[in-house]
């Protein structure tokens, strides 16, 4: 398997996330993700009918968590994720219910990752908080400083007042 390279953006085997503007500040567990090719290119539902190649929507990944592809009983990776790639690039984008989460969650279930074939935007979401890790500080600040500085602000301001 090949190592991750964070400046060069290639996360082999991964799921990444990134925060959204004003949506993470807000909620920090909140953001956008893509699932990458064995060689490290991410693939991720940016938009409507459109599902980006090594172009992360909304900035450099600040989050990973590394899969093992020897968990995989369904298609092989890169097929799965080509698949899901594909289909997603005839969809309309909803932030609610078809988007970037789902994408991931379709090549998890094509490749039936840990045998599993009922992955989800909560699942996909779940995993990558609790077993995420950050790039580096600054993709922890990035991540969550807004947010604290938003936590900081309301609590000076409800203690002055």
């Not at 219910?97 to 996909?124: F, I, P, Q, R």
């Not at 890790?133 to 807004?146: A, E, I």
């Not at 947010?147 to 309301?154: E, K």
Request: proline fraction near 5%; include cysteine.
């Amino acid at each position: 398997m090949k190592p991750i390279d964070t400046k060069k953006d290639r996360f082999p085997f991964c799921i990444v996330w990134t925060p959204l503007p004003c949506i993470s500040w807000f909620l920090p567990f909140i953001g956008h993700v893509g699932i990458a090719y064995s060689n490290g290119v991410i693939r991720d539902f940016a938009g409507p009918y459109y599902v980006s190649e090594d172009n992360l929507a909304f900035g450099k990944t600040t989050r990973y968590v590394q899969l093992d592809p020897t968990h995989i009983s369904g298609k092989q990776w890169d097929t799965a994720v080509k698949e899901a790639s594909d289909e997603y690039n005839g969809r309309m984008h909803n932030l609610c219910c078809d988007n970037c989460h789902s994408h991931v969650a379709m090549a998890l279930n094509l490749m039936e990752y840990k045998g599993k074939s009922s992955w989800n935007m909560v699942s996909v979401c779940w995993m990558l908080l609790i077993r995420g890790r950050f790039v580096n500080l600054c993709g922890f600040l990035k991540s969550c400083l807004p947010f604290f500085i938003i936590v900081a602000t309301i609590l000076l301001l409800a203690f002055l007042i």
